[in-house]
């Protein structure tokens, strides 16, 4: 569910336009490059103007060695990209803050002659005032006014990396996803339609399951692009998630019935006689339609934030009736704006791939969006993307949204078979579905490193993901400790699967979900000196030692940085106690009943009963439910599996 509300005129959204067609220099004896493939360039604001930064963004899909530069109406450099970025898709960014009125042009002019072409050039006007943006359509929640193809997809793609970029050594999160949206040093389309929309002040705070949705729905708005979301169940019963309907800007969901306004629709009774009631009910007043920025909002947070959930990319892979389609695990599929769906209901976007060096593996980096509306980007490993083969659970793994297109009788989204045909996608595959658990990981391992990697070097990555995980609970556990100390009362846990799922206190402060994933890091970091042992062709090992002696080695090296590695945690009475990361893997059996918000903080970090570390405990969870965390629920977490929903 998205929190959202308005504040004032607290309104936030933006309509952002392709700006004029792309043109590239094309002397007579030079083929024409805007025929070159996946290649594109966009100007924004919708509209330039002098008043506004204009910022130039190119994007293709190779590493192509080239430079941006943007010359003013005098014909000299106004400015450049100061390099390539991300990959694949791989783009460059130029802005000038105060342009001159006038013609400018924009240059990728390319080091080495691509397909007979030596520069992609984009034309460019900048006016004295702004020409407003592409206006609103009665037929639609925005007016459609491109497709969804190879170049706008590499645009997204872009866009996404874009916005949530950060050194490596970083850990950032945000408290609201519109704390990233609202700084135009992330935002690609920051104010692109000219009204200063970004700076409205509409808060949203998204969970995993909306965070897809919303970002794909403010690029669309944003580039007048097609967009549509289903109603689908959760699944149970031994059933996987399956989509009832479809629905998309121009033909709209209905709203929730108003019961009390058919009530009073009928014929008039007896008493209505008497006292003057029954009838058709007043007309209301007419109202003056809202505004693009309006109709943005609530259509995202009152419609599609309210319908879409965590099984909404679970159904069957061979479904064409979703909203994602599955892709093969290739660096090209990949990419940002790809989005994982766990087979428990965790969901993640990703944001950046970084390649392989000779001193580290590669990375996949991804976003996801808490209860609470906090936004932190992840790296990919096992104890963040779980994965399991169940058809009640229906499909995990890596998706994308499903193209939308504009079909005889209105929007339709492409199947399965047109996306595998399709030249700009044509990245249809079931192959996820046919890997066993452990494939699944060693093909992602392949995907990120296709080189083999230096076993410690390896591990003390894994130690680190788990250590970042471990950081990241301290949060969580720490909201509900603030959540007591505000007065928050106990707070009732649900039954059976329904502790995984639920809304209210339990969701934003207990951490059952976030639990199972940290017991099953725990489990792959503890089991990496074996893994290397089974699999040692994947790893660069050492020269004239066996697979037995790299395993010794690594099981000491491992003991010693978990030794090393400390963090601290709030106790109950606010003073800090510092653990080990070694503690918390030597606790694990304790982890397995410390999800329960009503529980001091102590106990959810595995404190020993009687220990120093916990005698600021103030608070324990009711005996009754904590019977039922021992006799009926511990199962789950030690055996490391999720339930079905029931």
Same mark, same amino acid.
């Given at each position: 569910?998205?929190?959202w509300?308005k504040a004032?005129y607290a309104?936030?959204?933006?309509?952002?336009v392709? %700006?004029?067609?792309?043109? +590239?220099?094309k002397? *007579?004896?030079e083929?024409?490059?805007?025929s070159l @493939?996946g $290649?594109?360039v966009?100007?924004?604001?919708?509209?330039?103007?002098?008043?506004?930064p204009?910022r130039?963004?190119?994007v293709?899909?190779?590493?192509i060695?080239?430079e941006l530069?943007?010359?003013?109406?005098?014909?000299?450099?106004?400015?450049?990209?100061?390099?390539?970025r991300g990959?694949?898709?791989?783009?460059?960014?130029?802005?000038v803050?105060n342009?001159?009125?006038?013609?400018?042009?924009?240059?990728?002019?390319?080091?080495?002659e691509?397909?007979?072409c030596?520069?992609?050039?984009h034309?460019?006007?900048v006016?004295?005032?702004s020409?407003g943006g592409?206006?609103?359509?009665?037929?639609?929640v925005?007016?459609i006014?491109?497709t969804w193809?190879?170049?706008?997809?590499?645009?997204? %793609?872009?866009w996404?990396e +874009?916005?949530?970029? *950060?050194p490596?050594d970083d850990q950032?999160?945000w @408290?609201? $996803?519109?704390?990233?949206?609202?700084?135009p040093?992330?935002?690609l389309?920051f104010?692109?339609?000219?009204?200063?929309e970004?700076?409205?002040?509409?808060?949203?705070?998204?969970?995993?399951a909306?965070?897809p949705?919303f970002?794909?729905?403010y690029?669309?708005?944003k580039?007048?692009?097609p967009?549509?979301?289903?109603?689908?169940?959760?699944g149970?019963?031994?059933?996987?998630?399956a989509?009832?309907?479809?629905?998309?800007?121009?033909?709209?969901e209905?709203p929730?019935e108003?019961q009390a306004?058919?009530?009073?629709?009928?014929s008039?009774t007896f008493l209505?006689?008497l006292?003057?009631?029954?009838?058709?009910?007043?007309?209301?007043p007419k109202?003056?339609?809202p505004?693009?920025?309006i109709?943005?909002?609530?259509?995202?947070?009152?419609?599609?934030?309210n319908t879409?959930?965590?099984?909404?990319?679970?159904?069957?892979?061979?479904?064409?009736?979703?909203?994602y389609?599955?892709v093969?695990?290739?660096e090209a599929a990949?990419r940002p704006?790809?989005?994982y769906?766990?087979p428990y209901?965790?969901?993640?976007?990703i944001?950046r791939r970084?390649?392989q060096t000779?001193?580290?593996?590669?990375?996949?980096l991804?976003?996801?969006?808490?209860p609470?509306?906090?936004?932190?980007?992840?790296?990919?490993?096992?104890?963040?993307?779980?994965?399991?083969?169940?058809a009640?659970?229906?499909?995990?793994?890596f998706?994308?949204?499903?193209?939308v297109?504009k079909?005889?009788?209105?929007l339709?989204?492409?199947?399965n078979?047109?996306?595998a045909?399709h030249?700009?996608?044509s990245d249809?595959?079931?192959?996820?579905?046919?890997?066993?658990?452990?494939a699944?990981?060693?093909k992602?391992?392949?995907?990120?490193?296709?080189s083999?990697l230096?076993?410690?070097r390896?591990?003390?990555?894994?130690?680190t993901a788990?250590e970042?995980?471990?950081?990241?609970?301290?949060?969580?556990?720490?909201n509900?400790?603030?959540y007591h100390m505000?007065?928050?009362?106990e707070v009732?846990m649900?039954?059976?699967p329904?502790i995984?799922?639920?809304?209210?206190?339990?969701?934003?402060?207990?951490?059952?979900s976030?639990d199972?994933?940290l017991?099953i890091?725990?489990?792959?970091v503890?089991?990496f000196p074996?893994r290397?042992?089974?699999r040692?062709?994947r790893?660069?090992?050492?020269?004239?030692?066996?697979?037995?002696?790299?395993?010794t080695g690594?099981?000491a090296?491992?003991?010693?940085?978990l030794?090393?590695?400390?963090?601290t945690?709030?106790?109950?009475?606010g003073s800090?106690?510092?653990?080990?990361?070694?503690d918390v893997?030597?606790?694990?059996g304790e982890l397995e009943?410390?999800?329960?918000?009503n529980?001091?903080?102590?106990?959810?970090w595995g404190a020993?009963?009687?220990?120093?570390?916990?005698?600021?405990?103030?608070?324990?969870?009711?005996?009754?439910?904590r019977?039922k965390?021992?006799?009926d629920f511990?199962?789950?977490?030690?055996e490391?599996?999720?339930?079905?929903?029931?």
């Amino acid at each position: 569910m998205t929190r959202w509300r308005k504040a004032g005129y607290a309104f936030w959204t933006a309509v952002l336009v392709h %700006a004029g067609p792309v043109h +590239a220099a094309k002397p *007579a004896s030079e083929t024409d490059c805007a025929s070159l @493939p996946g $290649l594109t360039v966009l100007a924004t604001p919708y509209s330039p103007w002098k008043g506004a930064p204009l910022r130039v963004v190119a994007v293709a899909e190779t590493a192509i060695d080239g430079e941006l530069v943007l010359h003013g109406p005098d014909g000299a450099v106004a400015a450049k990209a100061p390099g390539r970025r991300g990959g694949p898709p791989y783009f460059w960014l130029a802005e000038v803050q105060n342009p001159a009125v006038g013609s400018w042009q924009a240059s990728l002019n390319f080091a080495a002659e691509q397909g007979g072409c030596k520069a992609l050039t984009h034309s460019i006007t900048v006016r004295k005032a702004s020409a407003g943006g592409p206006g609103t359509s009665a037929k639609s929640v925005w007016p459609i006014r491109a497709t969804w193809n190879r170049e706008t997809e590499n645009l997204y %793609a872009a866009w996404i990396e +874009a916005l949530f970029d *950060a050194p490596l050594d970083d850990q950032p999160s945000w @408290p609201a $996803l519109h704390e990233v949206l609202r700084d135009p040093s992330r935002n690609l389309l920051f104010n692109h339609l000219g009204m200063k929309e970004d700076e409205k002040g509409l808060v949203i705070k998204p969970d995993c399951a909306d965070l897809p949705y919303f970002l794909r729905a403010y690029f669309a708005f944003k580039m007048g692009l097609p967009f549509g979301y289903s109603k689908c169940t959760r699944g149970g019963r031994g059933k996987p998630p399956a989509c009832v309907s479809w629905w998309n800007i121009e033909n709209l969901e209905p709203p929730p019935e108003d019961q009390a306004a058919k009530n009073t629709t009928g014929s008039p009774t007896f008493l209505d006689s008497l006292f003057g009631g029954g009838g058709a009910p007043p007309a209301k007043p007419k109202t003056k339609p809202p505004g693009p920025v309006i109709s943005f909002g609530q259509f995202i947070s009152e419609t599609v934030a309210n319908t879409v959930h965590s099984g909404s990319g679970r159904p069957p892979a061979t479904s064409d009736n979703t909203d994602y389609y599955s892709v093969p695990l290739t660096e090209a599929a990949l990419r940002p704006g790809t989005v994982y769906h766990d087979p428990y209901g965790h969901i993640l976007v990703i944001v950046r791939r970084v390649p392989q060096t000779a001193d580290a593996a590669g990375l996949i980096l991804a976003v996801d969006g808490q209860p609470d509306g906090t936004v932190a980007r992840k790296r990919f490993w096992r104890g963040n993307f779980l994965f399991a083969q169940d058809a009640a659970l229906g499909s995990p793994g890596f998706k994308r949204f499903r193209p939308v297109v504009k079909g005889k009788s209105g929007l339709r989204r492409l199947t399965n078979a047109e996306i595998a045909k399709h030249p700009d996608y044509s990245d249809f595959s079931l192959e996820q579905t046919e890997l066993s658990v452990e494939a699944f990981y060693d093909k992602m391992d392949d995907v990120m490193s296709p080189s083999p990697l230096d076993p410690e070097r390896a591990m003390i990555s894994a130690v680190t993901a788990l250590e970042e995980q471990v950081k990241a609970r301290v949060t969580s556990v720490e909201n509900g400790r603030k959540y007591h100390m505000k007065g928050g009362g106990e707070v009732a846990m649900p039954d059976g699967p329904a502790i995984f799922e639920t809304t209210g206190a339990w969701e934003d402060f207990a951490t059952p979900s976030r639990d199972l994933r940290l017991l099953i890091a725990i489990d792959v970091v503890r089991g990496f000196p074996e893994r290397v042992a089974r699999r040692p062709e994947r790893y660069a090992m050492p020269q004239g030692k066996t697979a037995a002696d790299v395993k010794t080695g690594l099981d000491a090296k491992l003991a010693e940085d978990l030794e090393k590695r400390t963090f601290t945690y709030a106790r109950s009475d606010g003073s800090e106690w510092t653990l080990k990361l070694s503690d918390v893997v030597q606790r694990v059996g304790e982890l397995e009943l410390a999800y329960n918000i009503n529980d001091c903080v102590e106990v959810r970090w595995g404190a020993p009963e009687g220990s120093d570390e916990a005698k600021t405990c103030q608070r324990r969870a009711p005996d009754a439910q904590r019977r039922k965390m021992a006799s009926d629920f511990r199962a789950w977490f030690s055996e490391r599996r999720r339930p079905p929903r029931g």
